[in-house]
């Protein structure tokens, strides 16, 4: 043959031919195989036999239908005609007649109705009464609560005032007699006493009826005493403490190392300008001195 001129080729078909023979009998012989009829794959699905069925297990067999019963026709009955109703006329409107029972009740119905209107006027009236009188009534305590409250401050101002009933008891005043040294209408910058000395632990206090304290200041004593010293000051109307008289009653400790810087501690007190005070004011500066102080 032409086409195997050379021994390559030769040997090229002789090679090819081998491997395809192999290869058709290795397919003959484990090549594809299939089922006829093939195996059926997808969900059986069971119909049933009969229209009807109750039971959670399927019959392998058909089932037997019972025999039925032959339905035959039924012929209806002949209805008998009836007779058309004749028309009934509607009844005659009768007219109400008013008589005495029915005047009667409408007579007793517009009493009550005005009874009830009467009630309801007056319990309306006597609610806005009591609300007046209430308002009223609350408007004066509250007046009365504010006048008893400026009474208490001018009291608080000038010292208190106090009316005797003949069952009081105390005394109040720089004399050695018992009672109420002043007058409940006197003067609102009259002289003020020290009284009885209190029970806080302050440096010092002051006394002046009317007036306010705008500044102080404190002198230092100059031996280690400690007491308690009163002096007695007057004060002009600018505020300034033009005389001061230490040791005066109250005074616990006549000390002259405490005196004279309880006299110039006095001085150093300032007191608010009133132009309606006295020319002269008395009152009074506790010092209290104490040990290292």
């Known amino acids: 043959m032409s086409f195997l001129d050379t021994r390559h080729k030769k040997k090229s078909f002789t090679l090819t031919t081998l491997l395809l023979s192999a290869l058709l009998l290795l397919l ?20 049933g036999t009969m229209e009807f069925g109750s039971g959670p297990v399927q019959p392998k067999e058909k089932v037997r239908s019972e025999p039925q019963q032959v339905k035959t026709e039924e012929v209806p009955e002949p209805v008998p005609e009836q007779a058309e109703p004749e028309p009934v006329a509607p009844p005659e409107p009768v007219e109400e007649v008013v008589t005495q029972d029915n005047e009667e009740t409408i007579r007793i119905n517009q009493q009550k109705e005005a009874k009830r209107k009467a009630e309801e006027a007056e319990r309306k ?20 609560k504010e006048q008893e409250a400026k009474k208490k401050n001018l009291d608080a101002l000038i010292g208190g005032i106090g009316k005797s009933d003949g069952q009081t008891t105390g005394s109040e005043g720089d004399d050695d007699k018992q009672g109420d040294k002043g007058q409940p209408d006197g003067d609102p910058y009259a002289t003020s006493y020290y009284g009885a000395p209190g029970s806080g632990s302050g440096t010092g206090g002051y006394g002046l009826n009317g007036r306010s304290l705008v500044s102080k200041g404190k002198v230092q004593q100059e031996c280690n005493e400690e007491g308690r010293v009163v002096v007695r000051i007057v004060v002009d109307r600018n505020g300034r403490v033009v005389k001061a008289t230490p040791g005066v009653k109250g005074t616990t400790n006549n000390a002259p190392c405490l005196l004279d810087p309880a006299r110039k501690t006095a001085l150093l007190h300032k007191w608010n300008l009133d132009s309606n005070a006295p020319s002269q004011q008395i009152g009074f500066v506790v010092v209290n001195f104490k040990l290292g102080q």
Do not use: M
Not at 28 to 47: C, K, M
């Open 28 to 47: 003959f012989y484990i090549g594809l195989t299939y089922l006829d009829p093939p195996i059926e794959n997808g969900i059986a699905v069971n119909f």
């Open 125 to 144: 009236a006597k609610a806005e009464a009591e609300r007046i009188a209430r308002e009223k009534q609350q408007a004066e305590e509250r007046k009365r």
